[in-house]
């Protein structure tokens, strides 16, 4: 049995779910988040809990019971407390700023890039270095945070770049000095 697969998800005050078929919609305080699971799990509504089973043992089954679970558990957290991912700008003249909805990085290119990120999205920059991206959908959150830290990834040997706050950039040795 997976470890994971097997845990309820216990809903908290405020969310709702309805199980249609294969299609599960999760309604809380912050928004709704509706997505489609495979046929090969089931999803149940028991004593305000969700609870993930699968029939058999199969490969293809065993492989998508803890998935589902991780995946109604992101849904049921993002609806109630939502994801947040913070970037940190590590560089000199390296800054960001919001022009109207859009993301603009001034990250050392001959021009600012511009990111959209969407309705889904919430964007703030609290310092000009500092980039918080806030949402309900953890996936979304996560991609477009990588693709604003994919700009100008940092590099390890003065760690320069678009780094998450909780990475940890491994610096390398400069160059040694010249040999006789």
């Given at each position: 049995m997976s470890r994971i697969g097997k845990l309820p998800i216990v809903l908290p005050a405020g969310v709702s779910v309805a199980i249609d078929g294969h299609s599960v919609q999760v309604t809380g305080p912050k928004g709704v988040l509706k997505r489609e699971?495979?046929?090969?799990?089931?999803?149940?509504l028991e004593d305000n809990a969700l609870?993930?089973?699968r029939r058999s043992d199969q490969p293809a089954e065993r492989a998508l019971h803890g998935l589902t679970r991780s995946l109604l558990n992101n849904m049921v957290v993002g609806v109630s407390a939502g994801f947040q991912k913070k970037l940190n700008?590590?560089?000199v003249g390296y800054r960001a700023a919001l022009n109207g909805n859009k993301l603009a990085l001034s990250i050392g290119k001959s021009h600012p890039v511009e990111m959209d990120p969407g309705p889904d999205l919430k964007v703030e920059v609290p310092q000009p270095a500092v980039i918080l991206i806030s949402g309900i959908d953890k996936e979304k959150v996560g991609a477009f945070a990588a693709q604003v830290r994919e700009q100008r990834p940092p590099e390890p040997y003065k760690?320069?770049?678009i780094k998450y706050?909780?990475?940890v950039i491994r610096r390398k040795a400069g160059k040694s000095g010249a040999k006789k």
């Open positions: 699971f495979s046929p090969l799990v089931d999803i149940a609870k993930v089973s700008l590590v560089g760690g320069k770049g706050a909780d990475e």
